[in-house]
T-cell receptor, first 113, second 114 residues
């Protein structure tokens, strides 16, 4: 199984540009989420979704949009990139129920100049 | 609000030595606790988890962790470290409901000396 697939793995943007980080999972997980990882700060939740058509904000949602039109896909959009959004982004998914284990993608490294 | 603290940013041990990584959490109810490991350039992989029952949980790669409610701790241990254990380790806390979210600690970077 592919698990959680993120694209692209690397991206360089200029300030003000927009882009979408793609995330797809093939495990039929209801819950999907986006984290950003910055040195010394661990992983911080950006947005999450508990099912198609349902999204909610995490700790650091400003500057990011998400949508969940299908169970499989959960794209993260940067509408106007800023240098503060330079980070490594991880998509993660899990079943809802008595399990709780998050499955992570390999990450997308974004640099905003 | 839930929170996790990993007091040690960086730990260095010699290969074959024992290891303990500390994790303290703040949570208003019975927590669900996790340890994840991240190798360089990779995503996070689950080492072990605690939901209920026996407070000593076994995980993959020879790791174990002990839940101590009185100390609000969930420390990760390994009796004998291997060079391949060098990685970053994250403790996380959450609850198992449909809208729950995991809160991660800042991470502990483990270096293993030969």
């Amino acid at each position: 199984n592919a698990g959680v697939t993120q694209t692209p793995k690397f991206q360089v943007l200029k300030t003000g540009q927009s882009m979408t980080l793609q995330c797809a999972q093939d495990m039929n997980h209801e819950y999907m989420s986006w984290y950003r990882q910055d040195p010394g700060m661990g992983l911080r939740l950006i947005h999450y979704s508990v099912g198609a058509g349902i999204t909610d904000q995490g700790e650091v949602p400003n500057g990011y949009n998400v949508s969940r039109s299908t169970t499989e896909d959960f794209p993260l959009r940067l509408l106007s990139a800023a240098p503060s959004q330079t980070s490594v982004y991880f998509c993660a998914s899990r079943r809802t129920g008595n399990n709780g284990e998050l499955f992570f993608g390999e990450g997308s490294r974004l640099t905003v100049l | 609000a839930q929170s996790v603290t990993q007091p040690d940013i960086h730990i260095t041990v010699s290969e074959g030595a024992s290891l303990e990584l500390r994790c303290n959490y703040s949570y208003g109810a019975t927590p669900y606790l996790f340890w994840y490991v991240q190798s360089p350039g990779q995503g996070l992989q689950l080492l072990l988890k605690y939901f209920s029952g026996d407070t000593l949980v076994q995980g993959i790669k020879g790791f174990e962790a002990e839940f101590k409610r009185s100390q609000s701790s969930f420390n990760l241990r390994k009796p004998s470290v291997h060079w391949s254990d060098a990685a970053e380790y994250f403790c996380a806390v959450g609850k198992e409901t449909s809208g729950s979210r995991l809160t991660f600690g800042e991470g502990t970077q483990l270096t293993v000396n030969p």
